[in-house]
């Protein structure tokens, strides 16, 4: 296995091993944040960007107030960009992203006929069973 500066567990792990994503191909950089925080921000260090030589992949990653947490959450993110990029449609990040695509299509005429008609039929099941009213 490659050793990466921070733990970023077997799955990330597996993955750069895959698309051969070396640790040592990739700079770090820490900066100062910016944004919302007030003192904290201007006053730590607490940024992480990571960039990938080979493919050109920059990661600017603030998140957490904690530099090792930004840290290793970068590196994760980094190598799931690198995936993308390499891997393409059978990536991971595009395998999701194709899930909610899928997901919020509209149904076909005919699915959705097929579904009210699903619908009536047990309503009408349940209509069966009401209580009679006694008049």
Request: aromatic share 4%.
């Amino acid at each position: 296995m490659m050793k990466f500066p921070v733990d970023i567990g077997q799955k990330y792990q597996k993955i750069a091993k895959e698309i051969g994503c070396n640790p040592k191909d990739i700079e770090e950089h820490f900066t100062r944040g910016s944004g919302h925080g007030g003192q904290n921000i201007n006053k730590s260090t607490n940024c992480v960007e990571l960039h990938h030589k080979p493919t050109g992949i920059n990661v600017r990653y603030q998140h957490h107030r904690g530099l090792q947490q930004n840290r290793k959450e970068a590196w994760k993110l980094l190598i799931v960009k690198v995936e993308e990029r390499i891997k393409g449609k059978e990536s991971e990040l595009a395998s999701k992203r194709h899930k909610i695509e899928k997901q919020k299509q509209r149904r076909s005429r005919r699915a959705k006929e097929k579904m009210l008609k699903e619908k009536r039929k047990r309503s009408e099941i349940k209509e069966f069973r009401r209580a009679i009213d006694p008049e």
